[in-house]
Every structure is written in C-alpha cells, then in structure tokens.
Nanobody, 117 residues
Framework: QVRLVESGGGLVQPGGSLRLSCAAS????????MGWYRQRPGNARELVAL???????NYSDSAKGRFTISRDNALNTVNLQMNSLTPEDTAVYYC???????????WGEGILVTVSS
C-alpha cells in the first residue's frame, strides 16, 4: 500500500503564493508518476501538474507560468509552488501517485486552498 500526505494549504490573498507538499510512503516502486490534481466547488477533479516517467512535466493551461512542480525521488516527495493565485484557484488539491506498470492510482486525502481577500 501507498500513503500520501499533503501539507501546505490554507488561506491566501489574491496575488499571493502557497507551496504544497506531498510525502509518499509505503510500497513504492521506482516506475511511477506523481502530481497534483484539484477539485473546485461544483467541478470535477482536474489535473494541475504532473511529473511523469522519465521526469516529463505537464501543466494544465491554468497552471502554466504560475505554478511549478518538483519532486525528490529519493524522499518520494512532490511539491507544487503556486504563485499569482486567484480566487479561481480555490479548490481541494489532491496529491496523486500512479504506479506503473499496473496504472494503479493512489490519492492523498486532499488539502484545501482558499484564495480570498
């Protein structure tokens, strides 16, 4: 089993920054991808940023230029630096680990980010 624990969420004013962190533990194999998804009120869960196999990085259109994802393979952590936040970024953010070759997805419990003045 794999456990993911998110941290770093909270309330921030528009234009501000937050850094989310996720620590993975358990039976983790080296072939995996880690990333962040979010679910805004009334919307489906959506990809924010992902570091795939080989280190390829993908961002959603809304995240490009504002968010930066990074990971430490030795520590099995993934971080999301979020800058220039807007109220539209208000959501529950979920850490994800996809284990290959089984395409098995693991999720954190989610952490709330609220962007409001």
């Amino acid at each position: 089993q794999v456990r993911l624990v998110e941290s770093g969420g909270g309330l921030v004013q528009p234009g501000g920054s937050l850094r989310l962190s996720c620590a993975a533990s358990g039976s983790i194999f080296s072939a995996n991808a880690m990333g962040w998804y979010r679910q805004r009120p009334g919307n489906a869960r959506e990809l924010v940023a992902l570091i795939g196999l080989g280190g390829t990085i993908n961002y959603s259109d809304s995240a490009k230029g504002r968010f930066t994802i990074s990971r430490d393979n030795a520590l099995n952590t993934v971080n999301l630096q979020m800058n220039s936040l807007t109220p539209e970024d208000t959501a529950v953010y979920y850490c994800n680990l996809r284990q290959y070759p089984w395409d098995m997805d693991y999720w954190g419990e989610g952490i709330l980010v609220t962007v409001s003045s």
